[in-house]
């Protein structure tokens, strides 16, 4: 993958190697690294994920719990906090909620989703920023970045090949219903039921 | 030095972790990548003044290495006291009496010829090396025809650096070696634009 979508670290004036998703699916498979480090590979780099706090995974569950039952379509599944393969191969991000096509046999990561949703509790920037671009050229058309400090749920939609997404609007208004654009049958969850008491 | 994506912390690679993938095929061994603050980064195309330099400078060294009693390690890594980094220094000058069962983490002179990682030659290097308490760091430059001599280490970095110009001679403080005059080292040697 080339484009706006890479990312370029550099050590003085050279480069910086990136680590491939298939190399360090090898390491954890392997015992060179842990499989529950928190961590997950993006443009390259091990990223430290933030951590779990209370809003981040009742935000997380809620969600779940608000789309799952919605998935009566065979074809898709709820799937949370697991890999995601973009075509970028030096990232393999981990959406926290993501509505992902049924991948049964041979087992692989899901190549292709109908939503992705991350909970920003103070990694904003990485969530608005960094992975939409990756997900953007998966062809995902829309992801939710839900920010709970600031109380509102970024919307981004029309992903391009290059370059992340053509729209982004917020929802701010607690009243307001969070409306999946292509997943249909989840009931009615207003952005006010999403954030209560957190 | 730390990475960052977004406002997320990089998980530094660590040199066991390398080690380790080269080991087991993760990684190629003819790989030319090393490691420096937990990133693997790559190592930049040999220009000839590079290795016409690292030539002579192997060969002045390596006639005296057994009157000496030291060894010259080519591009081999250099264990240093942050687990993250394993630079792979162009010469180090090591003990000749040592444990071959593993890398060396000490040594008499690091060299490193800076053709077009000058920054990194000088400013990401130099404190990995000071650290592992290296007394002699020598950072040729040879297009400007010059050196900077890195000395005094402190767990920081080197305390002294200087410049030697190219028309005079040099010897290393620590390794029992005939003067290296520099005009013979960098006759010949143009930049690649010149």
């Not at chain 2, 400007?144 to 410049?163: C, M, N, Q, S, W």
Request: glycine letters at 8%.
């Amino acid at each position: 993958m080339t484009g706006t979508t890479a990312m370029r670290f550099t050590v003085g004036e050279r480069r910086v190697r990136p680590l491939t998703a298939a190399e360090m699916l090898r390491m954890v498979e392997l015992g060179v690294m842990d499989a529950h480090e928190p961590v997950e590979l993006l443009h390259g780099m091990l990223v430290r994920r933030g951590p779990k706090t209370p809003a981040h995974e009742t935000a997380k569950t809620r969600l779940m719990r608000w789309l799952a039952p919605g998935i009566r379509d065979e074809r898709f599944d709820v799937r949370v906090g697991s890999p995601f393969a973009v075509p970028d191969p030096t990232s393999l991000p981990e959406p926290d909620v993501a509505v992902v096509e049924r991948v049964e046999e041979p087992p692989a990561f899901p190549t292709a989703a109908l939503l992705v949703v991350e909970i920003a509790d103070g990694t904003v920037r990485t969530d608005l920023e960094v992975k939409p671009p990756l997900y953007a050229a998966a062809g995902v058309p829309e992801v939710w970045v839900v920010d709970v400090g600031r109380r509102c749920v970024h919307v981004l939609d029309g992903p391009a090949a290059e370059g992340g997404y053509a729209r982004h609007r917020v929802i701010e208004d607690m009243a307001e219903r969070l409306v999946p654009g292509h997943v249909d049958g989840v009931e009615p969850l207003t952005l006010g039921g999403l954030l209560a008491g957190l | 030095m730390a990475f960052t994506v977004g406002e997320r912390e990089v998980r530094p690679l660590t040199a066991d972790e390398v080690l380790r993938m080269v080991e087991l095929g993760i990684l190629d061994d003819d790989e030319p990548v090393e490691l420096l603050h937990g990133a693997l980064v790559r190592v930049n195309a040999k220009s000839p003044a590079h290795e016409e330099t690292k030539l002579f400078l192997t060969q002045w060294l390596a006639e005296n290495a057994r009157r000496g009693g030291y060894a010259v390690r080519v591009e081999a890594p250099l264990l240093v006291p942050d687990r993250t980094s394993l630079p792979e220094p162009d010469l180090a000058v090591v003990q000749a009496e040592r444990d071959r069962s593993r890398h060396p983490d000490a040594a008499l002179l690091v060299i490193e010829v800076a053709v077009s990682s000058w920054r990194t030659d000088t400013r990401v290097k130099p404190a990995l090396y000071a650290a592992a308490g290296v007394p002699e760091l020598w950072v040729f430059e040879p297009h400007g025809k010059r050196l900077h001599v890195f000395d005094e280490p402190t767990p920081a970095g080197y305390d002294r650096i200087r410049i030697v110009e190219g028309h005079e001679s040099v010897t290393p403080q620590h390794v029992d070696v005939p003067p290296l005059s520099l005009p013979e080292l960098f006759r010949g040697l143009q930049p690649p634009d010149a």
